[in-house]
């Protein structure tokens, strides 16, 4: 072969890997939503964070990238405080006040066609209230 013809097929091979890299592993297809822990307790300390990530369509999270999303408590707004919010990477953490009830969070991601609705319980801290 020619070095003509060397250098064409690696510059197809190039295209052709940089094609399907950008199509299968950094296209974002879905919206993760992320809770953790999955609920809370009426004890004034504890955290709960709301996470968005941008899935691939190999279903894992997609890196170096981060996808916007909008918080807004709906329902329990009274019960919990917004420790943390930042749009921009989709994260919003809670933080518990001391009493119990359910908060309503409905998170709409950028990419996304529809909105989630979290639902986060508060449950009463029996080793606070055994004291």
């Known amino acids: 072969m020619r070095r003509k013809e060397i250098i064409l097929i690696i510059i197809l091979i190039t295209l052709i890997t940089g094609f399907f890299a950008y199509t299968y592993l950094?296209?974002?297809?879905?919206?993760?939503i992320i809770v953790t822990?999955?609920?809370?307790?009426?004890?004034?300390?504890?955290?709960?964070t709301i996470q968005?990530?941008?899935?691939?369509?190999?279903?894992?999270?997609?890196?170096f990238r981060t996808i916007s999303a909008k918080f807004e408590i709906t329902e329990?707004?009274?019960l919990v405080l917004i420790k943390k919010l930042d749009i921009k990477k989709g994260l919003m953490v809670l933080k518990a006040k001391d009493k119990t009830g359910s908060v309503n969070v409905l998170v709409t991601p950028e990419k996304s066609l529809m909105p989630s609705l979290i639902q986060i319980h508060i449950v009463p801290n029996y080793a606070m209230s055994k004291r």
């Open 26 to 32: 950094f296209k974002i297809y879905e919206v993760e």
């Open 37 to 48: 822990p999955k609920e809370l307790y009426a004890d004034n300390q504890s955290n709960i």
């Open 52 to 63: 968005t990530y941008p899935i691939n369509s190999f279903g894992k999270r997609i890196l």
């Open 76 to 78: 329990g707004k009274e």
